[in-house]
């Protein structure tokens, strides 16, 4: 089943659109606000901000949540692909993951700049002494090589082999997000656990598809 | 920012309190002088300023708690709230609380005292003698608010109902109705909300049971009709839309103390030097500023309340 090149001109548009549509919002968002809070009266007509009264809490909550829906959302193509034998989705794997690298790098700065504004000895001991944090900064570190690497000339300079070790980290980012969620739940919430189990369910489909690989080579190398 | 430092914590208003209309006048005139991004920054960016209606409740006497500290908008107040009961994030309250029944409002009242029993709204608040009260309100988030409570003294209601010897403790919880409360579906926490203090804290001047804030009665996501406000407490323990009052001989268990004992205390008093686990106590971030301010000790009102603990290991009882 090949796709013509408009099939695939238009789902990467409509995917790009898409995942950067929560980002587009958070900002038109942020310029009601600054507007809004200087009087600066050029905005006015369109109403008033949605990010509550803590904006900076809303605002970092809001990167995370979005940072995790989309690391999950690059981690189950592969899956996907071969559950619903598109494979051509595969291609589209690495602009989604580029982009949950990005919502991570909001996240991350959100905290530094707007939470912190840049108390570096605040910021230090939050990483270190809170557990949530210290996985979350793990996390978004194994994803720095992960982003750097993405280009095809990576690719060739690193050799196949060591650029899928590379993002191997995968299978490590990918739990490390939803446990940091899990691990600053303050009650007995839904949400970080449903998390949870689409982390658990994603490792689970692609360990039984490696197994199923190999008993299918064992089978093949019996038979030749 | 502004601390108290050469001010006594509290003060009586010369005149009354200011009304948030002209705070906010007040507020455009400094806007006038057309600061700088930093200093702009420096003050309060993000203060909602919605108007106010004229106050309907009639009230006897009006006292700050807060020095000079701005008090938080009405729309901030009533709009950003934690009130698990009707969803765990910060709107849903706003969003549902609509639909909370506080007319009639029968309140339990059982345990330790002679006249326990079941009680109206009315036989516990004299509504002739309301004051207003502008406290502090800080939340274990880190985050912290001024408001303008309207209600009566804790100790004046507990004492009606004549507790014996035996009450140690007393003992509050919240109504849990899921017709009316949709965030029940959710355990999040083990519902009814519960909450408590030793005697002699419930009995502290400053112990306060609120009906309204800015001059109107409370809105369901604040509490209606009645909530505690213990002001040197982290907010939690200042639990809303009380529907229940038990006299106790042992300490009770609480919420959240229940919920992750290692995070929450029995006694949760503002401590700016015991962090926990989840967060920093350290600072805070009044709603509307942009930068963090420091946490005073027992939210500011250590020169009242400090007493209360004297001898205590309160990095042990956290
Ligand atoms: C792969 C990387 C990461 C993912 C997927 C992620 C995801 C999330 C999610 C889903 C939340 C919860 C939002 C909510 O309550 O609705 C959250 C909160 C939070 N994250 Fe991350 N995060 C990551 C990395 C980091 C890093 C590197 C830091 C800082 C060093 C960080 C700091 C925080 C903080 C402080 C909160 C709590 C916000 C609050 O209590 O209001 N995260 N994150």
Redesign the interface.
């Known amino acids: 089943m090949a796709w013509t090149k408009k099939t695939r001109k238009t789902l990467k548009w409509f995917l790009w659109i898409g995942i950067s549509l929560p980002l587009l919002w958070l900002f038109y968002n942020w310029a009601l606000?600054?507007d809004e809070?200087?009087?600066l009266g050029y905005l006015t007509s369109l109403g008033?901000h949605s990010l509550?009264?803590?904006?900076?809490?809303?605002t970092n909550r809001f990167l995370g949540d979005w940072a995790l829906r989309f690391l999950l959302f690059s981690f189950a193509v592969t899956p996907m692909a071969r559950i619903f034998k598109v494979k051509q989705l595969v291609a589209y794997r690495r602009m989604i993951g580029l982009w949950a690298f990005t919502y991570v790098s909001f996240h991350l700065t959100s905290y530094i700049v707007l939470d912190q504004?840049f108390d570096w000895g605040?910021i230090w001991?939050?990483i270190l002494?809170?557990?949530?944090m210290t996985l979350g900064m793990t996390a978004f570190t194994l994803l720095i090589p992960m982003a750097v690497t993405s280009t095809k000339g990576w690719i060739k300079r690193l050799g196949a082999r060591r650029w899928k070790a590379i993002h191997k980290a995968i299978y490590v980012i990918a739990p490390l997000g939803a446990i940091h969620y899990f691990m600053?739940a303050?009650?007995?919430?839904?949400d970080p656990k449903i998390y949870i189990g689409i982390v658990v369910g994603l490792l689970g489909i692609r360990l039984w598809f490696s197994l199923q690989d190999k008993t299918k080579a064992a089978a093949g190398k019996a038979t030749a | 920012m502004m601390l108290l430092k050469n001010r006594k914590s509290w003060h009586i208003a010369e005149n009354q309190v200011t009304p948030e209309r002209l705070y906010l006048s007040r507020r455009q005139i400094m806007q006038g002088f057309g600061l700088g991004l930093g200093a702009a920054l420096a003050g309060p960016l993000f203060r909602a300023g919605a108007a106010y209606a004229l106050p309907n409740f009639g009230i006897a006497k009006k006292t700050n708690y807060a020095g000079d500290e701005e008090l938080n908008s009405y729309k901030d107040i009533t709009s950003y709230n934690n009130f698990y009961e009707f969803g765990v994030e910060k709107s849903d309250p706003a969003k549902y609380a609509h639909a909370l029944i506080t007319d009639p409002w029968p309140v339990e009242v059982t345990g330790h005292a002679e006249r326990t029993g079941t009680y109206s709204l009315e036989d516990l608040i004299d509504f002739n003698a309301l004051e207003e009260r502008i406290y502090r309100l800080r939340c274990v988030e880190a985050w912290s608010m001024v408001i303008p409570w309207v209600g009566v003294p804790l100790a004046g209601i507990l004492k009606k109902f004549e507790p014996t010897s035996k009450a140690k403790f007393v003992r509050f919880e919240t109504l849990a109705n899921r017709a009316q409360m949709p965030g029940l579906r959710s355990r999040v926490l083990d519902w009814p909300y519960r909450e408590g203090l030793r005697m002699d804290e419930a009995m502290h001047p400053l112990a306060f049971m609120a009906v309204g804030l800015y001059g109107k009665p409370l809105l369901g996501q604040n509490g209606a009709p009645m909530r505690l406000v213990v002001p040197w407490k982290y907010g939690f323990k200042s639990i809303k839309s009380i529907v229940s009052i038990n006299f106790v001989e042992n300490q009770p268990q609480t919420s959240w103390e229940m919920q992750n004992p290692s995070w929450y205390g029995f006694y949760s008093n503002v401590n700016p030097n015991v962090s926990r686990q989840r967060w920093s106590q350290g600072r805070e971030r009044r709603i509307g500023d942009f930068f963090k301010r420091k946490t005073l000790m027992f939210n500011g009102y250590g020169d009242q309340v400090a007493s209360l603990y004297a001898g205590m290991d309160l990095a042990k009882y956290f």
Not at chain 1, 52 to 58: D, G, L, M, S, V
Not at chain 1, 129 to 132: E, I, T
């Open positions: 606000l600054v809070g200087f009087n008033f509550t009264a803590n904006p900076i809490e809303y504004f605040e001991s939050d002494k809170r557990n949530y600053m303050k009650g007995n919430q839904l």
